[in-house]
């Protein structure tokens, strides 16, 4: 079964630093990826998404995250934070097929004002 | 609105008391699942069910029990067999199979005394 790794537990940040938030899987075939975000006391929501094509995919509210295969990487950027990102964001991978979804253990942002 | 309501969103049984969290969607979504997260290990799957009247056991599905009846409604039950059972219950849903995401409730939180 494939498995999901979030290097950072906690990350803190200023504002208008800029943030990449690492992602790493390991499944051998063609996966789907997600990063989710939970803003505090709020649902967890997607943030953005890739399934297939261009490996730069753009999200909500200026994330961006880049897929590269031969890193088995997914990791999550944002060129400049702002004190409402702050919130904990889950990176995930599935196949295609297959409802089994998998979630990183999550990496907590704080940005300070 | 279109959504995944959960209810209660506090719930305090004492130990040894069999518990029903309610999952209710109206995303005419075929997939729901329900996932258990705790602090610093992200989201864990309990069960997930495809189809009404099928469901599938995910990695911590012990002490737990599902049941699909209505597309609509994924109710989980935390057993006395649970040995942790205090935690937050996320309940989500997708479309269906490959490359869906998942929608998710507010959660609840469940506290055994």
């Known amino acids: 079964a494939q498995s999901v790794s979030q290097h950072n537990h906690h990350v803190i940040l200023s504002e208008a630093a800029s943030l990449e938030l690492g992602c790493n899987y390991s499944?051998?075939?063609?996966?789907?990826l997600f990063w989710y975000v939970q803003y505090p006391g709020q649902h967890l929501q997607l943030l953005l998404k890739?399934?297939?094509?261009?490996?730069l995919v753009k999200g909500i509210k200026g994330f961006e995250a880049e897929f590269i295969k031969s890193k088995f990487s997914f990791n999550l950027r944002k060129p400049s934070v702002q004190w409402s990102d702050t919130a904990e964001y889950f990176c995930?991978?599935?196949?295609?097929?297959?409802?089994?979804?998998?979630f990183g253990a999550g990496t907590r942002l704080t940005v300070k004002p | 609105d279109g959504g995944i309501t959960q209810s209660p969103k506090y719930l305090f049984r004492k130990e040894g008391q069999n518990v029903t969290l309610s999952c209710e969607q109206n995303?005419?979504?075929?997939?729901m699942y329900w996932y258990r997260q705790d602090p610093g290990q992200g989201l864990r799957l309990i069960y997930y069910?495809?189809?009404?009247?099928?469901?599938q056991k995910g990695d911590i599905a012990e002490g737990y029990s599902v049941s699909r009846e209505k597309k609509e409604s994924f109710p989980l039950t935390v057993t006395s067999a649970q040995k942790n059972p205090t935690a937050f219950y996320l309940c989500?849903?997708?479309?269906?199979?490959?490359?869906?995401?998942?929608?998710f409730g507010p959660g609840t939180r469940l506290t055994v005394l």
């Open positions: 995930a991978v599935n196949a295609p097929n297959n409802n089994d979804m998998r």
């Open positions: 499944y051998g075939g063609t996966v789907n």
């Open positions: 995303l005419n979504h075929d997939a």
């Open positions: 069910s495809q189809i009404v009247n099928d469901f």
């Open positions: 890739y399934f297939s094509g261009d490996p």
């Open positions: 989500a849903s997708s479309a269906g199979l490959a490359g869906v995401w998942q929608f």
